[in-house]
């Protein structure tokens, strides 16, 4: 079975200069998650996609980073323009879920995209 | 913020020992679950405990959760050099009991095995 694919695998930009990432999730899952995960730190959720929705952005900087997923399937992540501390690694996952009380909801990650902001 | 904090921080032993790595968190969980993160294989799910169980096996990995504590801890028996790697936890908040597969990590444990 093929795993969640991102692209690129590295980026380097200047500060103030925009950049994409892009997600291809395991086929048949619905929810499709980006995560920030700064070096040190655990992975911090910015935005979940439930098919071609979002259920929750409440962590994402929207004045600068912007999320899609068209049809469902692939997405992309953008940020304009960077800053410094955009510097980090974006993790895209997905995963199955069933809602209700009982859900299981196992996380299956990309590689990442790190991105160094000069 | 980060929902769970792991402890300890790093964690360095032998080949065939075993670690143990701690999480605690704040909120009413519908389930936690433990990651782990290498270079070579990137994060990768390992075990996931509901809050209606109190402990669970796979291979030589073991958790146990506490819900009256909001703590877990995993346990990695006999470990290898492969183990070597930053290990997670992770919760799944119950909203009104219903789970919305939003996880929150902590900031992790660094284990080293030494050969």
């Known amino acids: 079975e093929a795993g969640v694919a991102q692209s690129p695998r590295y980026k380097i930009i200047e500060k103030r200069q925009s950049v994409a990432f892009w997600c291809n999730p395991i086929?048949?899952?619905?929810?499709l998650y980006w995560y920030q995960q700064i070096l040190g730190q655990g992975p911090k959720l910015l935005i979940q996609?439930?098919?071609?929705?979002?259920?929750?952005d409440s962590q994402l900087p929207k004045d600068r980073f912007s999320a899609e997923r068209l049809k469902g399937v692939d997405s992309t992540l953008k940020i304009q323009p960077a800053k410094l501390e955009d510097s980090a690694v974006y993790l895209c996952a997905s995963s199955l879920l069933s809602p209700g009380f009982w859900s299981y909801n196992e996380q299956f990650f990309g590689p990442g995209t790190r991105l160094t902001v000069l | 913020s980060q929902q769970g904090e792991e402890d300890p921080q790093a964690l360095s032993i032998q080949e065939g020992e075993n670690a143990t790595m701690n999480c605690s968190y704040k909120t009413s969980i519908n389930n936690l679950q433990w990651y782990r993160q290498n270079s070579g294989r990137g994060l990768v799910h390992l075990i996931l405990i509901r809050s209606n169980e109190r402990e669970k096996h796979s291979g030589r990995l073991r958790v146990t959760l506490d819900t009256s504590k909001k703590s877990s801890s995993l346990l990695i028996t006999a470990s290898q050099a492969a183990d070597t790697a930053s290990y997670f936890c992770a919760t799944d908040a119950n909203a009104g009991g219903t789970s919305y597969g939003k996880l929150t990590f902590g900031q992790g444990t660094i284990l080293t095995v030494h050969p």
């Open positions: 996609f439930q098919n071609n929705g979002v259920v929750d």
């Open positions: 086929s048949g899952h619905a929810t």
